[in-house]
Structures are given as C-alpha cells and as structure tokens.
C-alpha cells in the first residue's frame, strides 16, 4: 500500500480535523514519545497529583481564520476554549498563559482589539494571564494570527468524570444547540449576509459547572464538543467508555440558521464546532433534574436530553426524524462545502 | 450530483442577481439561469443559482392529494 | 433540516407517518408477491446520501435492495484529469478554484488537498461565480475553476464563463469535466437489459435543468422510474410513486417532483448550455470506460477560457487495485460491503477506488451512515 503511505508523507489540513486524521497523527508521531500515565488519561485536560491536590492542565492553540467573527474573535476563543477544558474536567480554571504567534504586516489595531478582547474574557471569569510570549513570523498572510493558552485548574474534591464510568442507560445531555461556531465561520467564509447569518457560540462554561455541582457524584463525564462537532466528541466516548450511544435526532438542539447554513452547503450540523456548551454524560434517575438546572443558566436555556447509553463496544446511532436509524461515524477531514 | 435547497427570493438586484432567504438566513444568488422569478418567489438555488420556480400551488395541491390518497387507504 | 418548502411543522409530520406506513405495507406485500426484496436504482449519489441520511434506508430495508447508480460526479471522474488538475495546480501563479466534493479526491499520487499543503493556492467555492470574483479580484493569478458535475451544474459554470466574458477577465478559465446522466443511463441498459432492477429514482436536478421528458426512454427497456426529489417529502413520495408503478408493472416515467421539474425542464439553462458547450464524441468514465455523447467540453467561441487548450497537463498511468470493484458498485450489480476491500484497505481517509473518494460516493456513502 506504498500509495497509501505516499499520501500521507506530509501534514494536510485535514490532520487538523479533530476527527480520524488527527487520531490517527497523535497515535503514529505524538503517544510512542510522549506515552505516560497522564495522558493515557486521554482527557481534554491532564489531572496531576500534587501533595494531595489535584490539578488539572491543559493546553489549546488557536489558529482560526477569519480572526474575527459573528459573537467573538480569536482572542475571546483562546481563552474559553482552554478555561473550559478546564471545566469540563472538573477544575476551577485558576491561571492562564498566553503566547502569540505574530505574522508580519498583521494590523497592530488588530491585535489590540483582540488583547482587548482576551482581557475583558478572562477579568470576567477572574482568571488572570499570569505568563505569556510574543514571536513574529515572515507571513504571506496578515491573518496568520496563532495564539496558545495554557490553563492549570484545581479538580474539586470527590469529582471522577471518565468515560469508563459510563454505564448503560446512562443519559446524554447537551447544554444548547449544536454547531453554531462552525456554521458561523462556514458562513463568514462563503459569503453568507452577515445580519442573518448564524453567530458563533463562544462562551465560557464556568457558571455551568458551578450550577452542576450538586450532581457530580451522577454526571460521569463532561467534554465541551469543539473540533469535530457532537459527533465526534460522543464517538470518542462511546470509543473510550466502550459502550454504545443512541440519539434522537428530533431532541438535538439546532437553531434553524445554523440548518440553513449547513443545509445549503451540504455539511452536517453534529459535525460543525462549538465552542460555548457542554455534553454530560449522567445518571439516568439525576437527567431532569439536570436538565432543569442547566436550563436556569445563561446560554443553556435550550439543553436537552438527546440520548441514552446502551451496551457496546462504541457505535454511535441517530434514530432520525422519520423514525430510521443510522451510524454516525468518525469524520475525517474538516467538512467542506458541497454541491452534490 | 444535486444538492439543492428551496429558498424564497427577498429583492431583486441588478445584473441578475437577488438575495434569498432560508429559515431567516440570506446570501446573494445568482438569476441568471431564471431571470423571469420575482420577489416572494420560492426557488430551488443549487451552486448559488435558482434553477426553477417552485410552485406553491403545485405543492399544496400534492400535499391536498397525498392526504386525501393516505385518508382513502386507512 | 430544512422545513419542506417552509410548510409548518405539522403539515409535514401529519403526512410522512401514514406515507411511511403505507410504503411499509405494500413493500412487504410486493417482498411476499415476487419473493425477493426490491432492487432499485438510486441514479444519483446526492440520493444514495439522502435516502441513508433521513434514515429511509434502514427503514425500508426488509424490503427495498437499494442500489447506486453512476451518478457521482467526483467518483466517475477520470484519474487521468485528476492529474491533470493536479498539475495545473503545481503551475507558477496558478489558483484553483474548486467545489470542496473535488479537495480530497486522490490522483495518481496526490490530491489537491496535499497540493494544498505544500504551498499551492487553492480555494473552495460554494458557487462557480464564486470564482470569477476570486480572477476580478486576483489579476496576476491565472484562475482555473474545475468545471465539475451533470446538467444540474453546467449550466452555472456556462453563466460563470459568460460573466468572466462579459468582465473581459484575461485571467480565468475553466477546466471542463462535466458529464451527461442520460446518455450514461442509456448505455448502461444497452450494455445490460435491465440491470436486473425494478426500477430507477431519477435525479431531481438533472430533470430540473433538462426536463423530465429526457428520462422518457427508460419505458423502452421495460422499466419504471421516477424523477424524485430531496426533502424528506419528496423522498417518500418518490419511493412510493415508484413503488405503484412496480406493483401495476407499469414501465413508465412518473413525476414526484413535478412542483419544481417541469417536463420541458428550465428552457433559459438549456440554452445557455447549447451555447458554451459542446457534446464530446466519447467520454471517459471512471468506473465504466468509454461512453459516447456523454460529456461536454466547451465550444469554440470559448477556447480562451479553455483550460484543456491553454495550460500543458501531465497525466500519469495510474494503477487499478483489481480487487477493486466499483465499476459494479455504481452499476448497481454489487453492494459496497460486497467489495473485499471496503472498510479494510478502502475507507474514505485511504480511498482506493472512486466511489470512496467522496461522501456521496456509494463507498462513502455506505461507509460513513450505515
């Protein structure tokens, strides 16, 4: 299979599609080196054993092109996106670092407007930027912008979110409509009006998890679905807890701009980011009352239980609106516009 | 081969072109293929193009049918 | 999803239960007349990702085969103009401008997706004109659209080329690798009475732009068919016209989309295609060999904005895994998972024939919702 090999010789794009080229770059190049205990874990953040404390490390760059889009910018990305894989694992987020990336002829007015927005972010949520680094690059593109954050949280006492604690029956939870990031930056890029085109959903997750708190010891895992979509992020957990998952298309959230956007493009909704909600996996007895709680926090109004988890070995189902079944399957490449 | 989505035709522009609309979501089209729709028109756009007009009639007429033939059979 | 032409919610749902229920009960009727289950015909690939998408598929397998057709434009494209595309993307100041079905479709040894990746420049666009703006707005770029797809999209591209005409753009061209449905249907029955299906669902769009009298000579091999549609309604709707015509033996051409494919078709389009193109003498399928009168190439007015004519292209002889056997697949003769190497050496990151490369591939297709 030398073709096989040939084609994939150098990065492409699509090893940057959260789904099975990214898998499969991170099992080939990155774990034979970098293979320990921690990140075995295989958890959007590493929980380190400190003294008795736990803490909880993570680490996101953000590369996105246009650096600023409908409901936020690069800078407000940065930090939710690592403030809530912090979360998500169960820490208090307590310390950021940032390091930026700068191609040259990059408009300085820009970048403080994205500093700007990177520190109104993080003074709202009361988590400083404690350390950081700025390089210049010789870039073609004054969009080159990358930025990395860094986050150290402290994991609250008695919290064990892993998918391995995932048993049947178990509920599947969303906290809001599904893909908005995504479609919001499908739009921007393919020329959709802007004051109707859907709006990126990048928020920070840190009253949500607050909220969850009396229901720790039922909610067995958290993730925040980003790259890859809800589909993705549930078949990596349907993968790593060893159980199968089956979805009822009609109690997916999706705002009916973002199925517009996805509909004429033809890409699938549970495939686009998001960037500012949280899918729970819980205790079927503790669902409602889940659900009512995160229903009375900003932003997650339109949570919905959308499954339920069965026996298996990490096949994800979508019984769909007509009443049929079908797979969702691990995506590889980023999807891309169609017109068939 | 063929995705293609109904949109509602919002204004007409100039050198054949129109903005459209679904479920409150707007791009610009081209009518080049249907220079003939107007405003309020439903059309089917494929590749930024409307390709046809949709006849609301029509359809409402297969959905009286259906249901009159779907009534019949129970 | 889309709300079906905008119609409320449960106008909708009120219909698409009894119309499934009513499918199910004459299908299991005709599984139990005939014995066997029914094989038909998805002509085209936006179909086949349709039917298995809303789940209509699985529903209706106990007594629905349902098979792909040639309709894929990116699978039934040749390697050879794969490569060929490859290399006008490798030219000094070339930009490709392509639909995004084309970026991962693998060449002798590439794709435009590594191409990409190594530096060239390469844009996906939703529609042709798309591109046309990327040459008004990139004067020093030699612009190079990939003209891909049926009768669905020719007609778009022919409007792209006459825009970048009428912009007297010296910097645009197009790369034609369109096809024809009809003709490759015809051929199709010709090389094999019926293809043992019972029927045909016959693309919406295609009957769009051409009319739906230009399926009127499928009867002729004894068959029905049915022009469909793509929303949900129409999907049902398309099944169970077809499904009416099997149980009275009838080989006729019905419409379940005649409020948007009309029998003379979109009139304006045709005449914008009989303008910038012209039918090639034979064309070169992948998967199917050579058929004639079944692909466009430009016409002569138009040899300026003709990237065949204008830019030297290298092909290369590109080998064809023998256990390969989508030439049946998108004949309706074999099931994907009939293939050996579906799921195993062929999967839709390492494709290794063409009805993988893409999602609505029926490899793809099979692969990544069933």
Sequence with gaps: MSEKNQLQDIIISSHGDGGLLTHRLLQEIFYPSFNNKWLQQEGDAAVLNLNGLRLAMTTDSFVISPLFFKGGDIGKLAVCGTVNDLVVSGAKPLWLSAAFILPTGMEQIDLKKIVKSMEETANGLKVPIVTGDTKVVDSGDRDNLFINTTGIGLVQPGICFHPRNIEPNDVVIVSGSVGDHGAAILAQRLQFDGNSS??????????????????????????????????????????????????????????????AVADILGVDPYYLASEGRAVLIARAAAGNRILKTLRSVAGAESSSIIGVVGEGEGAVYLRTRLGGTRRLKMLSGTPLPRIC | MCLGIPMVVSSIEKNYTAIAETMGVKRTISMRLLPEAQPGDHVLVHAGFAMEIIEPAEAGEKIKLLKSMLKEST | MTEDYNFPPERFDSIAQPLLDKIHKLGMHLFEKKGRKLKVMEVCGTHTVAYARSGITELVSEYFDLRSGPGCPICVTHQADIDR?????????????????????????????????????????????????????????????????????????????????????????????????????????DLDKNLSMDGFLLPGHVATILGSKAFEFIPGYGLPAVVTGFEHLDLLTGLHDLMLLIAENKAAVGNAYSHVAKPEGNITAQRLMEHCYT?????????????????????????????????????????????CICGKVITGRATPRQCQLFGRDCTPSTPVGPCMVSPEGACGAHYHYM
């Excluded at chain 3, 591109?131 to 003209?147: E, F, Q």
Aim: charged share 25%; aromatic share 6%.
């Design chain 3, 279 to 323: 039918v090639e003498a034979t064309t070169l399928w992948r998967g199917l060999g050579e058929i004639s009168a079944s692909g466009y190439s430009l016409q002569s007015r138009y040899d300026s904005f003709n990237a065949r004519l204008n830019f030297k292209t290298e092909a290369h002889d590109g080998t064809i895994n023998p256990l």
């Design chain 3, 85 to 189: 595309i490859i290399s006008l993307a490798r030219k000094e100041d070339s930009l490709i401008v392509t639909f995004g079905d084309m970026l991962r479709v693998p060449g002798s040894n590439s794709t435009l997706e590594k191409e990409l990746a190594r530096g060239r420049r390469i844009e996906i666009c939703y529609s042709p004109l798309d591109a046309v703006d990327v040459a008004a707005r990139n004067p020093s770029a030699k612009v190079i659209l990939i003209g891909i797809g049926f009768e669905t999209t020719a007609p778009a591209i022919a409007a792209a080329i006459e825009s970048a005409e009428s912009a007297q753009l010296t910097n645009f061209w197009v790369y034609p690798v369109l096809k024809l449905v009809p003709p490759a249907l015809r051929a199709l029955l």
């Design chain 1, 198 to 259: 859907p709006a990126s959903d990048c928020a920070p997750l840190v009253e949500l998890s607050e909220k969850m708190k009396p229901f720790y010891d039922d909610i067995k895992v958290m993730r925040d679905p980003t790259r890859g979509g809800l589909a993705t992020t549930l078949i990596e957990l349907a993968v790593a807890g060893r159980i199968d998952l089956v979805l009822e298309e009609e109690a997916i959230p999706v705002k009916t701009e973002v199925s």
